[in-house]
T-cell receptor, first 114, second 111 residues
Framework: GAGVSQTPSNKVTEKGKYVELRCDPI?????LYWYRQSLGQGPEFLIY????????DSGLPNDRFFAVRPEGSVSTLKIQRTERGDSAVYLC????????????FGPGTRLTVL | SQQGEEDPQALSIQEGENATMNCSYK?????LQWYRQNSGRGLVHLIL?????REKHSGRLRVTLDTSKKSSSLLITASRAADTASYFC???????????FGTGTQLKVEL
């Protein structure tokens, strides 16, 4: 079956601009996660959704970052007033029901802020 | 921090040899997951081992877990050039909702 998909695969923007990154989880998966990975590092947790609600947003670095999942399926990560330090690969993952299940990752969106 | 710490940071072996990667963590866990990543993009799930399990196999992969030592190991037998990738362990604690990754082991398998 189809895996987790993310769009766009690459995004180049200018400092100060607004960007939206999209994640389409595996069909039927109720749990969805966003991670951020900088060069040479492991993925860093940002936010976890259970259904439509953000169950844990403790990893969001500041209030410029926001994520939604209005219908409990597709999620959008929104970054306002982008900074060069936001450049990274943003990874989305989903799991069947709860956070202790196996997480399946998408291919990521490479964000470059000039 | 509960992140997994992989050791070694880099490993280079010849095709056909076995590769062993180790992971240490600090507090009690619910489960521990191993992932592979090629070229800095999507992670591929390899194995999930639960805290009450000691060993698990999947094809050429063998994972062990020692909760008394707070450590895990991933063994890849009869390695292939296609196994070249970064490998991450990610402990999962019962009180949290996230996987926490270390910096990974970069494995290079040479022909």
């Amino acid at each position: 079956g189809a895996g987790v998909s993310q769009t766009p695969s690459n995004k180049v923007t200018e400092k100060g601009k607004y960007v939206e990154l999209r994640c389409d989880p595996i069909s039927g998966h109720t749990a969805l996660y966003w991670y951020r990975q900088s060069l040479g590092q492991g993925p860093e947790f940002l936010i976890y959704f259970q259904g439509t609600g953000a169950a844990d947003d403790s990893g969001l670095p500041n209030d410029r970052f926001f994520a939604v999942r209005p219908e409990g399926s597709v999620s959008t990560l929104k970054i306002q007033r982008t900074e060069r330090g936001d450049s990274a690969v943003y990874l989305c993952a989903s799991s069947l029901t709860k956070s202790t299940d196996t997480q399946y990752f998408g291919p990521g969106t490479r964000l470059t802020v000039l | 921090s509960q992140q997994g710490e992989e050791d070694p940071q880099a490993l280079s072996i010849q095709e056909g040899e076995n590769a062993t990667m180790n992971c240490s963590y600090k507090t009690s866990i619910n489960n521990l997951q191993w992932y592979r990543q090629n070229s800095g993009r999507g992670l591929v799930h390899l194995i999930l081992i639960r805290s009450n399990e000691r060993e698990k196999h999947s094809g050429r992969l063998r994972v062990t877990l020692d909760t008394s030592k707070k450590s895990s190991s991933l063994l890849i037998t009869a390695s292939r050039a296609a196994d070249t990738a970064s490998y991450f362990c990610a402990p999962f604690t019962g009180g949290g909702n996230k996987l926490t990754f270390g910096t990974g082991t970069q494995l290079k398998v040479e022909l």
